[in-house]
């Protein structure tokens, strides 16, 4: 059928056509205006849609923690540990408000009052933030009660705590790391360069609660730190931590410090400090209870000096063995005086060290050169640091002998004006332990010393090794020092304290060297207790008992074979 028209006819389906096209044309249109509308929408006015879809699923860099190196005494028992814990933190603009009533229970489990954390959250929201920790290193049992909850916006990241078995024994020389596990004292931070590891990174593919759901690539592999094995000896560590804190509560005293070396090779078996702290508290971490006082505090070393006094006379000929040294009380070098606690008449060598005159010391001190003197006192360390590598560690002092005036040299001789640490103490007594030869110190496990070097002639440092034994006798400054079944060599020191006025007449370091067996030293053992109030002042009265116990446990553990008391009466009978 046609329909006829001026310009002829067209026909029907042609009609059709075109009404179809614009049709799907328009349906068309309006398709891809919804999109755009729609687009517009989501990406502009409500934009936050998308945003929380792409989070339900994502592909994410995380970083992998690194194990921190484990510190081990010399027989491989740990005193320091890492162990695996769980942070939690929130993403604020994630929380929902439908989620609300889940903030109730994870803050009981997390132990934060409800009203701080819902406060503090809507504050971190309100700044925009991403990202705000709630609880660090919790145990991982909190951890999966939190987790249980499922709200989203909380996350979960493992770290490790520091842990150390041996607590407040070996707090001091160990120190401790700040929450985010890096060294911040002690042998932790001296050491950080090896202790510490290099985190990793891994992408992993997450969900709408920031739970990783797979593990995509390694990026970069965590290297874990390495560990470190140290001198210490757990066993001696303990025992000369409880004898210090006993000394230190029997004598109400200020503070107090003790170490023990090897005699043969310098190894520091064992270094306390009171007052103790317990690195595992940090709730006890002020600068005055974890300062290791052994290793960074300095003192005049008073007497304990004087047995160098007498080696580096005899060894550089500057007297004689049998040499006879009148002592008379009172003894004026220009216009000072030296005075002894009491008149001595004439003494040998052996009565000088016994009865630590200071008039003797002097005399003997005056026959050597300035710069001869000086140079035996900085060969054994006093002035430099010993160089262990522990923090802040005190060098002292040890004016130059170009500098001294007469009366300077005095002084020296009987131990003021010259200071020292514990450490560099004891370090000096290896010279007459080890018949002559000094040893560098360390704390980290070696096979042999290779900075020992001679100071003394052998039988210098025996002969001298010899009188010392006399001061454990009744007769002598510490006879509480002696240790049964052993020969036992040692000095006393009693130290007036030096503050902005001069010198106290009422404060005192008391202070005790000494080392065992005498006839072939195994250790030395240095203690100074600080401010002892109970009355009793003295080295051999407040340092020495200390000293036996330590000593007698140590001979114990390590099996050594008592020289006896017999060659002690012997000694004694030819005087």
């Known amino acids: 059928m046609r329909i006829a028209t001026g310009a002829g006819t067209i026909p029907h389906h042609n009609t059709d056509f075109v009404i179809r096209r614009r049709l799907l044309l328009s349906v068309m249109l309006l398709a891809m205006l919804a999109l755009v509308g729609r687009a517009v929408y989501l990406q502009i006015l409500d934009k936050e849609f998308l945003q929380d879809k792409g989070d339900m699923q994502h592909v994410g860099v995380v970083s992998v923690s690194a194990y921190r190196g484990q510190i081990k005494d010399r027989n491989g028992e740990p005193l320091a540990i890492s162990t695996p814990v769980q942070s939690i933190w929130v993403n604020p603009r994630q929380l929902r408000d439908a989620e609300q009533d889940k903030l109730t229970p994870m803050a009981k489990i997390l132990g934060f009052p409800e009203k701080e954390l819902r406060s503090l959250l ?39 705590k520091r842990y150390y078995p041996a607590g407040a024994v070996s707090g001091h020389l160990l120190g401790f790391t700040n929450i985010d596990d890096i060294g911040q004292e002690g042998i932790e931070h001296g050491y950080e360069h090896i202790l510490r590891g290099q985190p990793g990174k891994k992408r992993v593919i997450k969900d709408g609660k920031g739970q990783i759901i797979k593990d995509v690539e390694n990026i970069e592999e965590a290297i874990p730190g390495r560990d470190l094995v140290l001198t210490i000896d757990e066993r001696l560590q303990y025992l000369a931590y409880r004898e210090l804190q006993n000394a230190m509560i029997q004598n109400k005293a200020h503070s107090a410090s003790l170490v023990v070396l090897d005699a043969k090779n310098g190894d520091v078996l064992a270094t306390v400090s009171q007052p103790a702290f317990n690195p595992n508290n940090r709730k006890e971490l002020s600068s005055n209870r974890y300062r290791n006082r052994a290793m960074v505090d300095s003192f005049e070393p008073g ?130 332990a080890d018949d002559g030869i000094i040893h560098s110190v360390t704390l980290l496990k070696r096979d042999e010393d290779p900075d020992a070097q001679r100071i003394f002639k052998p039988e210098t440092a025996r002969k001298v090794r010899e009188m010392l034994e006399h001061v454990i006798s009744k007769e002598g400054t510490a006879y509480q020092a002696r240790v049964e079944g052993y020969r036992v060599a040692g000095k006393t020191g009693t130290v007036k304290k030096a503050g902005a006025g001069g010198y106290s007449e009422d404060k005192y370091l008391s202070v005790f060297v000494g080392m065992a067996p005498a006839s072939n030293p195994r250790f030395i053992i240095a203690i100074v207790v600080d401010e002892p109030t109970t009355g009793q002042y003295y080295g051999g009265l407040v340092a020495a008992p200390a000293f036996s116990k330590v000593m007698a446990g140590a001979l114990r553990v390590y099996g050594v074979e008592p020289d006896g008391m017999d060659n002690m009466h012997l000694l004694l009978s030819k005087q």
Do not use: C
Request: aromatic share 12%; charged share 20%.
């Open 122 to 160: 809507k504050k971190e929201k309100d700044a925009n933030k991403r990202f705000v920790y709630l609880r660090r290193q919790i145990n991982p049992d909190i951890a999966e009660k939190v987790k249980a909850l499922e709200i989203t916006g909380v996350y979960f990241e493992r770290e490790f």
């Open 303 to 432: 007497s304990t000096v004087k047995p160098f006094v007498v080696a580096a006379a005899l060894d550089g000929g500057y007297i004689k063995p049998n040499v006879m040294i009148e002592t008379h009380g009172v003894y004026h070098l220009g216009r000072n005086v030296v005075k002894d606690v009491h008149n001595y008449g004439t003494m040998d060598l052996t009565h000088v060290l016994q009865k630590s005159s200071n008039i003797a010391v002097t005399q003997i001190a005056m026959t050597m050169p300035p710069e001869y003197f000086w140079g035996v006192y900085s060969r054994l360390g006093f002035g430099t640091s010993a160089g262990v590598g522990f923090p802040g560690e005190a060098s002292g002092s040890l004016l130059d002998y170009q500098g001294w005036h007469e009366f300077d040299q005095a002084i020296l001789s009987f131990g003021y004006g010259v200071s020292t640490s514990i450490l560099q103490l004891a370090r000096a007594y290896t010279a007459l």
